[in-house]
């Protein structure tokens, strides 16, 4: 069993910058991976990043594209999420969430653990 802890989020104004953390803790495959996904208030839940832990360049959706940074400490079985020029519109529960396989990342479904979700706010 893998457990996902997330830290990290909170109140930002707009223009400003956050850092998320998610820790993997529990045993762990060599094709682990992690991903990032958000969710606002009446919308879907969407995939923002995702990275293998131990191999391989980060895919990022367009939303993420350009601002956001996903990086790994593969010894810490712990990425991090760097978000700048945030904007009202990134509002929302950001979630962590990990998988066997890298695919398992591409469906909201697919995922076999998460994290406890944390929010962000972006104020005008």
């Known amino acids: 069993q893998v457990e996902l802890v997330e830290s990290g989020g909170g109140l930002v104004q707009a223009g400003g910058s956050v850092r998320l953390s998610c820790a993997a803790s529990?045993?762990?495959?060599?094709?682990?991976?992690m991903a990032w996904f958000r969710q606002a208030p009446g919308k879907e839940r969407e995939l923002l990043v995702a990275?293998?832990?131990?191999?391989?360049?980060?895919y990022y959706a367009d939303s993420a594209k350009g601002r956001f940074t996903i990086f790994r400490a593969s010894a810490k079985n712990t990425v991090y999420l760097k978000m700048n020029s945030l904007r009202p519109g990134d509002t929302a529960v950001y979630h962590c969430?990990?998988?066997?396989?890298?695919?398992?990342?591409?469906?909201?479904?697919?995922?076999?653990?998460w994290g406890q979700g944390t929010q962000i706010t972006v104020a005008s």
């Open positions: 990275v293998a832990l131990n191999a391989g360049s980060p």
């Open positions: 529990g045993r762990t495959s060599r094709s682990f991976s």
């Open positions: 969430a990990g998988g066997r396989t890298y695919s398992s990342m591409f469906d909201t479904r697919s995922p076999d653990y």
